[in-house]
């Protein structure tokens, strides 16, 4: 075996098959021209392909090994990361406690299929910006590609655990990149943020330096986010006091779920040791008392209670039967946003639509080639995708629409986009937030844990190992 292995025909044969069922995969026919490169390099020998070695030596030096080996696992690495998998940590608490900060994760491109880089050429192992820099590009968009997604396994199903691109992460202040540029526009004026320049009326006092430059990034480079798909392209999904609802039915229970409570008690503190062995972290512990005027509202009941016997966590269901028994706790409240409460943070950022993170929509998730009825009560819904996503030009003029100068009272879509949320319900930054994910941004399925470490405790015993290899469900 070994001798018919080492034939030149027979490597060529190997290889050739290979590369050929890569290519199909790709369908990028110009690609054949590889066959080329192949075929030298296994029969004809003309051109010296590695050419940091010294050709015709048996024995190369230990340095060029070196190179050898590094080379290989660079290129081998970057097709795995590309084509197949590629690892990712979670760093915030949006998805608790399905998944926790520290999990570190595997994500498959193949599932979906893997997504073709928009901008080929970039440092690799790289996301946007090189390590030990805080503003530097890892990237030049010399090339650009445009959206393209080889053949997957499957499409995105409801519940399913996704990577994606942050949608609003097309444009960035460097100064502030963990924020979304355009929730910083409602909130302050477009004005401020670009002159970097914010005025306290009160006051008088002028502040500079929260924004920063303002960059542009392409889709490939925009922030990785991890959510949970509620809606699928086609879906109507619809939020009623924190239950979702997509087609009219109640979403599949999965994964753990936790909401935001307010906790009274009669003036003594639950124990920190308690909390921990709940999985409370101590980043929650410490906000717990971020008691805000807005709950008045929400829990006017607790208008005549001390501030300082009020606690706020999120908790699942388990937990709260477990505070709920504490002898020091007197109630414990789901806070619940009430219908028609509209909060200005909440997608579409319209007046005519009065929903919150609690009750929302209903609001239909876009499917390729369907067309919708299009007019200015509608249009806030899908202005985004219509202008920025699928790249029209969008006016309105005295109540008419205007699509690419021509005069539209229908649309169709050209994407599939998918509705995402946190199973941390009350503290997720998800698409009640910021709206649709659309097809090109979705980067693929988390699979299971790999590693997992507790930032709140010191090495060894930061690791859960009871999470090692654990599938995400």
């Not at 050709?55 to 696992?73: L, P, Y």
């Not at 970057?78 to 399905?98: D, L, V």
């Not at 979906?112 to 805080?134: D, E, I, R």
């Not at 477009?190 to 002159?195: G, H, K, L, M, Q």
Request: charged share 20%; proline share 4%; net charge neutral.
């Amino acid at each position: 075996m070994k001798k018919i292995f080492s034939n030149k025909w027979v490597k060529f044969g190997i290889y050739t098959a290979i590369y050929l069922l890569f290519v199909i995969w790709l369908k990028n026919w110009w690609l054949l021209l590889g066959l080329i490169i192949i075929f030298d390099f296994c029969i004809t020998q003309k051109v010296h392909w590695a050419f940091w070695k010294k050709r015709g030596v048996e024995k190369q030096t230990k340095t060029i090994e070196w190179i050898d080996a590094v080379i290989f696992a660079v290129i081998a690495a970057t097709i795995i990361r590309i084509f197949f998998i590629e690892a990712f940590k979670i760093p915030t608490s949006s998805m608790e406690k399905s998944l926790l900060v520290g999990d570190y994760l595997f994500v498959s491109k193949y599932h979906y299929g893997p997504k073709m880089p928009n901008t080929p050429l970039s440092v690799p192992f790289v996301h946007h910006t090189l390590p030990f820099t805080q503003n530097t590009k890892s990237f030049v968009e010399w090339i650009k590609w445009p959206y393209h997604r080889l053949a997957g396994l499957t499409t995105v199903k409801n519940n399913d655990v996704v990577v994606f691109n942050f949608p609003e992460g097309d444009t960035v202040c460097l100064n502030a990149q963990s924020n979304s540029y355009y929730s910083f526009v409602r909130d302050l004026g477009r004005d401020a943020v670009v002159n970097d320049r914010i005025v306290d009326n009160s006051t008088g006092n002028v502040f500079t330096g929260n924004f920063g430059e303002i960059i542009y990034r392409p889709v490939d480079k925009r922030e990785n986010y991890i959510k949970r798909c509620i809606g699928i392209a086609g879906d109507t999904i619809q939020i009623i006091d924190g239950q979702a609802f997509i087609n009219g039915k109640p979403q599949e229970e999965i994964g753990d779920k936790q909401y935001k409570y307010a906790i009274v008690t009669d003036g003594n503190p639950i124990n920190p040791m308690l909390l921990e062995e709940m999985g409370i972290s101590q980043e929650d512990m410490l906000a717990s008392h971020g008691f805000t005027a807005e709950l008045y509202t929400i829990l006017p009941e607790l208008q005549d209670v001390d501030v300082n016997k009020i606690i706020l966590l999120h908790l699942t269901k388990e937990n709260v039967d477990k505070i709920k028994s504490l002898p020091c706790v007197k109630s414990v409240t789901r806070i619940i946003r009430p219908e028609n409460y509209r909060s200005n943070y909440i997608f579409p950022h319209n007046e005519n639509y009065r929903w919150n993170e609690d009750n929302f929509g209903p609001l239909y998730i876009p499917k390729k080639d369907v067309t919708i009825n299009l007019d200015t009560l509608t249009l806030p819904l899908y202005h985004r995708i219509i202008e920025t996503y699928e790249e029209n030009s969008l006016r309105v003029e005295n109540g008419n629409i205007f699509i690419n100068d021509t005069l539209s009272t229908t649309y169709t879509f050209k994407m599939d986009y998918y509705f995402m949320m946190g199973d941390s319900r009350h503290n997720s930054a998800d698409s009640r937030f910021w709206g649709f994910v659309p097809e090109d941004h979705i980067v693929g399925k988390a699979l299971f844990i790999w590693l997992s470490s507790d930032k709140d405790k010191v090495f060894p015993s930061s690791i859960r190992w009871d999470r090692f290899l654990n599938s995400i469900k």
